[in-house]
């Protein structure tokens, strides 16, 4: 069954075609004219594409939404000389809460702010990718093109924040997404949440791959002073060439050398994190990455295995082909050395680090790169003991100031 955009674009549908009683709605949406269809086949997640990419995007397509019940695959017959890369889209996401809860045992934190969902930096690995996938989005372009943005998140969090069953403790930002992502530039919303942070004196730990953290050195600094502001700062590689491919608008390796060197100038705790260790790509480049990482001011570590959950599996084995096809089969070997044959582990504590002889010499490597580096086993313990309820945050909640 094909089905013909408003565009010109035309797809096929990869399912057998629905009986009348099971067609519901036909939308026309961007170029696309869309079906929502019940009951639904099950959907085998694969990445199709032509070899090409589009400039400054981590993904070549969209994969279908696992949760959808149709898949939509671009004609054959369609030239991509006539396709126009696609635009990021900012949807305003009215969320009437900001603080995400998990009970993770090896995420370590409770609590989050996102002021984003979706991400610009478009990585080609990332493991937030399957998020967008519950909006209704796909895990490939869409979770880089279309950001969900919380406009009012410093004024829920000021909320939650001053509500008396708030329990001072540590908020994780970028647990899910880079909060320092390029629009992040220009709306300000990290820094209103900082804003407020240092106002309540609440400690904070960041992990970004953005040179903008240092933009807000002002608010971590005043932080940092009652021992309640951290910041890694995320390296995955030291090749530009590779970070340009991979992470293509986060910010190149060279740039967070310098966000760490400016954060710990200002006297903002700062690290490094391997992340993630790309088996049989990056992973050799661990201890020139702590070098140079501890030589630029960072003064502790820590990595993480690459994780391929869901949509992000072969939407990275898509990334190989297209930009490292000559070590594709090393890489995805290596994973699975890694991962007891599999390309993914769910289970906690090993997903992070994986399992076996390579497992072993990639810990032992950071090990011995760690001490080398002068980096302590441990990043700083951060403290609520300065926590406070300014006067005046309830009245200015209800606006009776």
Not at 168 to 181: E, K, N
Request: aromatic share 8%; proline share 6%; hydrophobic share 40%.
């Amino acid at each position: 069954m094909r089905l013909v955009g408003a565009a010109g674009m035309s797809a096929t549908l990869r399912q057998a075609p629905p009986s009348p009683k099971c067609l519901r709605a036909l939308t026309v949406s961007s170029g696309w004219i869309q079906l929502a269809i019940r009951p639904a086949t099950e959907i085998i997640l694969e990445m199709k594409t032509d070899g090409n990419s589009f400039r400054g995007r981590g993904a070549a397509g969209n994969l279908p939404n696992r949760f959808e019940k149709l898949s939509l695959e671009r004609d054959p017959e369609w030239h991509d000389a006539e396709s126009v890369g696609p635009a990021t889209q900012f949807f305003k996401d009215a969320t009437s809460s900001i603080i995400n809860y998990n009970d993770s045992p090896d995420v370590g934190f409770d609590a989050s702010v996102n002021p984003y969902r979706g991400c610009e930096h478009g990585c080609a690995y990332c493991y937030a990718r399957p998020t967008h996938e519950y909006l209704g989005f796909s895990a490939g372009l869409d979770f880089e093109t279309k950001i969900m943005v919380k406009e009012n998140a410093p004024a829920l969090l000021r909320r939650e924040l001053a509500a008396p069953h708030w329990k001072p403790q540590v908020l994780a930002m970028s647990g899910v997404t880079d909060c320092y992502q390029p629009v992040e530039r220009r709306l300000k919303i990290t820094r209103g949440c900082l804003e407020v942070l240092a106002e309540f004196r609440n400690p904070v730990g960041i992990v970004t791959k953005n040179h903008l953290v240092t933009r807000d050195v002002d608010f971590l600094s005043e932080l940092a002073r009652h021992r309640a502001a951290v910041v890694f700062i995320s390296v995955t590689t030291l090749d530009s060439s590779i970070a340009e491919a991979m992470e293509p608008r986060a910010s190149l390796p060279a740039h967070r050398l310098a966000a760490i060197e400016t954060l710990a100038r200002a006297g903002v705790p700062v690290g490094v994190l391997v992340a993630p260790v790309v088996p049989g790509l990056t992973d050799h480049e661990t201890p020139s990455i702590l070098a140079a990482a501890g030589k630029a001011g960072a003064r502790f570590a820590g990595y993480v295995v690459l994780r391929l959950p869901w949509a992000v599996r072969p939407l990275f084995e898509d990334w190989l082909t297209r930009h490292a096809p000559g070590q594709k089969e090393k890489v995805l070997n290596r994973i699975r050395a890694l991962r007891d044959g599999k390309l993914n582990e769910t289970k906690f504590g090993s997903r992070m680090s994986g399992e076996g002889l390579f497992a072993e010499q990639i810990a032992q490597m950071f090990e011995v790169a760690r001490r080398r580096a002068g980096f302590g086993e441990r990043g700083p313990e951060l403290s609520i003991a300065a926590f406070r309820r300014p006067a005046g945050a309830q009245l200015e909640l209800f606006g009776e100031r």
